[in-house]
């Protein structure tokens, strides 16, 4: 059998993937521990035999459905390169809307952020790395999570972040910020489409009967942790942005409005408490 990192990239098979020879590459240099550069300046060195099955045994992972960045243990987010794994959601591009509309609404100036839900701590991480003068307190109710985001803190080098465990607002009574974001759970109990997330945490995912549990009850309990004209900014899905803009309406919020994401779906809603 042929070895080499040609012949290899030439027959992994991955019919389900739509990236599949930028998968099989990436699969390939994991496995070699070198960069995709390596792949192309020496094609024709054979693997190892622990190379090999290091190689098989992700492309096992792949063909079964598992997505890339659990393979991995990582992926990209807003320039930042973070460690991820089966106890939080894998960050999208889609929620860089969300950084997108806080650094475009926030004024550089000292304030203090609430990342709600922060999972692996990606919307928290890139804000703090974006604004050093800002204050970032990103909490979730997982302990796993809050674990990984910390190592993704002191990956990052960031001292203006901070992570802590917290069901929503419990752990931050008492306290008051300039703005609070979250990319919370907005998927309904039967969604037809859970089964392509089968390997991400369901408990990010879904929010009840009909997806707005948690949307109901961040909207319903921000005015409560919000300084005056806070702005809240929450993330969901394509096709919630009326009924989040009725929501917050309903809670006092003005200056309402919703964002597209790079898919040009309704993405982001928001809104200020005057």
Known sequence: MNTTPAALLNCAELPDSPSARLDAELLLCAALGKPRSYLYAWPDKPLSPRQMETFAGFLARRRA?????????KQGFYSLDLSVNQHCLIPRADTETLVEAALQRLPDTPARLLDLGTGSG?????????????????????????????????????????FVQSDWFAAVRGLRFTAILSNPPYIAENDQHLDELR????????????????????IGQA????????????????????????????????????????GGNWRVSLGRLE
């Open 65 to 73: 459905g598992e997505p890339i960045a659990y393979i991995l243990g």
């Open 122 to 162: 990606a919307i928290a991480l890139a804000l703090a790395r974006a604004r050093p003068s800002w204050q970032l307190l990103g909490v979730d109710k997982q302990a796993e999570a809050v674990d990984l985001a910390e190592q993704n803190r002191k990956q990052l080098h960031l001292s203006n972040v901070q």
């Open 199 to 218: 390997f991400e945490p369901r408990s990010a995912l879904v929010a009840g009967k009909d997806g707005f549990d948690d949307l109901r009850h961040i």
């Open 223 to 262: 005015p409560g942790y919000l300084e005056a004209n806070g702005l809240l900014l929450l993330e969901h899905g394509w096709q919630q942005a009326e009924a989040v803009r009725a929501l917050l309406a309903t809670a006092g919020f003005s200056q309402i409005e919703s964002l597209r994401d790079l």
